[in-house]
């Protein structure tokens, strides 16, 4: 079954209500359905709705594109954009985390390329020694993309790998780590374990203000991935989101309701498979094409 983006909702919207010199309160009804549908969450998008719907009558606003804009504007006041400002004389350690299955290792790959294109040698750690061939595919991006990777034994300490990840960088001096991790909800309690013991070794290995932990969420899930994020944020924190499968299909809406209802920023959106399909998160520019701006 086809997947419709928000835009294309709200603009089948305004098709079906005629407008006068006011819009009707069917519109903004159906407006409401149309955000839960786009994962923006229930409460959100009433809010969202009757904000919108007072400004409208307000400003005495019933166009589509001053709708659209409004909405837009009202939306980005709910993101916030992440800054991973690097330093050439200092270490950083980027820690990937998330669930199994959101493109968690192909992200740290899109992001060493990135990293290393404007500047920034990079060593990877491939720190999920649990997945079968989770190592194998790192290593082979690392390969195709000239990077260094570190890697243990299938099923080792996954802690192990970022310590030496950090030891082989700094004394190369190079000054980025990027860390993929496990993702394996369903034992969350091995998981926490697990994943604070990394936390703990990749923090003492980064240089003081430079260690983050980033939380790849699939913009495709919906309310599923603002559950991740509470998980992971309450279980070891987390400074940024990356959203991956942000392509033409996705809804996307729940990067809105991360950032209204966790207040975490976003860093990195993902568009696609390849290496180059990653760019920084605008806010702006996100917010006007969610609702077809």
């Known amino acids: 079954m086809a997947k419709f983006s928000f835009a294309q909702k709200i603009k089948g919207l305004f098709s079906s209500f005629s407008r006068s010199s006011e819009i009707s309160d069917e519109f903004f009804d159906e407006l409401t359905d149309a955000l839960i549908e786009g994962d923006v969450g229930a409460k959100n998008a009433m809010t969202i709705s009757d904000s919108l719907k007072k400004s409208c009558k307000e400003k005495k606003i019933n166009s589509e594109y001053d709708v659209r804009a409004l909405l837009s504007e009202m939306l980005c006041s709910f993101l916030k954009k992440a800054d991973l400002t690097l330093e050439q004389n200092s270490l950083s350690v ?3 985390l998330g669930v199994n299955g959101v493109g968690k290792t192909t ?92 936390d703990k070794i ?65 860093a990195y959106i993902c568009t696609g498979e390849g290496y180059e399909n990653i760019a920084p998160f605008d806010p702006v520019s996100f917010s006007r094409s969610f609702v077809g701006l």
């Open 94 to 96: 980027f820690l990937l």
């Open 107 to 198: 992200t740290a790959a899109k992001l060493a390329n990135l990293y290393k294109k404007s500047g920034f040698p990079v060593v990877l750690a491939a720190s999920d020694t649990f997945r079968a061939a989770a190592e194998e595919q790192l290593e082979k991006h690392g390969k195709n993309l000239g990077i260094r990777v570190i890697s243990h034994q299938h099923g080792s300490d996954p802690g192990a790998v970022v310590f030496d990840a950090a030891d082989s960088a700094r004394a190369a001096k190079i000054p980025l780590v990027i860390a993929d991790t496990a993702g394996r909800l369903h034992n969350k309690e091995n998981l926490v374990r697990e994943l604070q013991k990394i």
């Open 202 to 266: 990749a923090q003492s290995k980064a240089d003081a203000n430079h260690y983050k932990k980033l939380l790849v969420i699939d913009s495709t899930t919906g309310q599923n991935a603002l559950r991740q994020a509470e998980v992971f944020l309450e279980s070891v924190g987390v400074d940024a989101i990356i959203l991956t499968k942000c392509d033409s299909s996705a809804k996307g809406g729940v990067a809105f309701a991360i950032g209204r209802e966790l207040g975490i920023p976003v």
